[in-house]
């Protein structure tokens, strides 16, 4: 399978789903491309989806951090952190 990976071309989300529409088999194609310097990222990205962000002159988006309280995170936090207590 990891050779096929290098070797191959994905299938295009149509093969899997005929009823898609051409602009998201386009953009889904852009995202699996073998080559990762081939497929899309950065600002072309957020511009296919329609986003300011990344054009030139765009607002940064103002930091939502601590406006909303992460719950039920007690456990994995003490889980991480209990091999570096001592």
């Known amino acids: ?9 994905p299938l295009a989300p149509r093969e899997l ?3 898609i529409p051409d602009e998201w088999n386009d953009f889904e ?3 699996l491309r073998r080559e990762p310097k ?3 990222a950065g ?7 329609g986003s300011k ?4 002159g ?4 103002a930091s939502r951090a601590g ?3 992460l719950v039920g995170r007690e456990k994995p936090l003490q889980a991480s952190t209990k091999p570096f207590e001592q």
């Open 67 to 69: 406006s909303a309280p």
């Open 43 to 49: 600002p072309e990205f957020l511009r296919r989806l």
């Open 17 to 19: 789903v005929p009823t």
């Open 1 to 9: 399978m990891v050779a096929d990976k290098q070797r191959l071309d």
């Open 53 to 56: 962000q990344g054009r030139p």
């Open 58 to 61: 765009a607002p940064l988006p």
């Open 29 to 31: 194609r852009c995202l």
């Open 38 to 40: 081939q497929r899309l």
